[in-house]
């Protein structure tokens, strides 16, 4: 068991992909005993499946009884459970909200869906880029010419997906604390998305934001918030916003007198202003660059891959990665000041803790 703020907290982590098993490699990195009910005979444990770190693996069949009574028994002892099937699944399976609460009253119950429990698209597929779609989010992200641009999976499955249920499970497990009543949280990453779009939607209601795609303070409209090509094809990031930053922007590339940027906000002034910056961002390499800007207050990154990320001096200062059995992969965050986080351990190969999870939480029934 971790020695994170959440030691002690035993959590029953039903296999998903996703955002799911992401919310608990979080809690696990908090210190949470997180025990993942996989199925029997089914694959997993590569090392490089970094989202399953951390947890005990009990292998079941859930049709059978005697697994589905290790898995009620499971639940009974559980603090929290995790969950990322279509609506009416765990239902059918006899493991829904009823069932789990009748048997733990204090269970808060996970569960981690695209479109929601309920609503016209509850039971259909769909992916991060789908759930996005819908909440103004993807359509607010790319270019002017171009096709909105797809954030990997950050936006929807994990900002909005796995964040909002690792947090909504801390929250009911301190409620839970008081009530002594556990409850059942819907995480729709439609709605948590929309959630995280809070900002943009008062923007746009106060008249700051436009529906057009780069034309805005903070989606590449700005000329001095946004990415710029360096000679030897890398980029760099500015995000001069504030008016200091913005004068030292112009100090460090020379363009303090140019009239073109005196007013800073006048958009009319923006397409001329971003054209300069392109053609002068253009003239040195990316490194050339940092070595000019980098930790002053222009507000200034160099645009890394994920092979240079881990060796970046503040990435190294900070100990942001680690490495597990040869895998770089991103340390626990944040930082706790009394009880850290940590990785508990590698990917569990399926079963491999069942006898001594069993034993560990004092579980009588044993699988077939």
Not at 201 to 215: E, I, K, L, P, V
Request: charged share 20%; aromatic share 8%; with cysteine.
């Amino acid at each position: 068991m971790g020695k994170g703020p959440l030691s002690g907290v035993k959590v029953v982590e039903f296999q998903g992909i996703g955002p799911g098993p992401f919310a608990c490699m979080l809690l696990s990195d908090m210190g949470a005993d997180v025990v993942r009910i996989d199925r029997k005979g089914g694959g997993g444990g590569f090392k490089f499946d970094v989202l399953a770190r951390g947890r005990r693996s009990v292998a079941l069949d859930l049709k059978n009884p005697a697994d589905m009574a290790v898995a009620l028994e499971l639940i009974s002892k559980a603090d929290a459970l995790v969950e990322g099937f279509r609506p009416g699944v765990m239902e059918r399976l006899g493991l829904g909200p009823d069932e789990a609460l009748k048997r733990n009253p204090k269970l808060v119950y996970g569960r981690m869906t695209g479109w929601g429990q309920d609503g016209p698209l509850a039971q259909a597929a769909g992916h991060d880029a789908n759930y996005i779609s819908i909440t103004g989010a993807l359509g607010a992200m790319g270019r002017a010419n171009a096709n909105p641009s797809v954030p990997l999976n950050l936006v929807g499955d994990f900002g909005g997906g796995a964040l909002y249920l690792a947090m909504g499970i801390c929250a009911a497990l301190v409620e839970a604390k008081t009530s002594g009543k556990g409850q059942v949280i819907d995480a729709a990453i439609t709605d948590c998305t929309a959630s995280l779009m809070a900002m943009m939607y008062g923007f746009r209601a106060a008249g700051m934001w436009t529906d057009n795609r780069d034309s805005n303070l903070l989606d590449g409209g700005a000329p001095f918030y946004d990415v710029y090509e360096t000679s030897d094809g890398k980029y760099v990031t500015i995000g001069s916003l504030e008016p200091q930053f913005y004068a030292l922007l112009l100090e460090k590339t020379g363009l303090k007198d140019d009239p073109d940027f005196a007013a800073q906000m006048d958009r009319s002034k923006w397409p001329m202003m971003e054209a300069k910056l392109t053609a002068l961002i253009k003239t040195k390499t990316r490194d050339e660059w940092a070595s000019i800007m980098e930790g002053t207050d222009v507000c200034f990154g160099p645009v890394l891959n994920m092979a240079e990320a881990p060796n970046h001096p503040h990435n190294v200062a900070r100990k942001a990665f680690l490495e597990i059995d040869g895998v770089t992969q991103p340390a626990p965050a944040p930082r706790f000041s009394r009880t850290p986080g940590e990785v508990q351990g590698p990917p569990a190969k399926v079963g491999a803790h069942t006898e001594e999870v069993l034993a560990a939480w004092n579980i009588e029934a044993r699988p077939s």
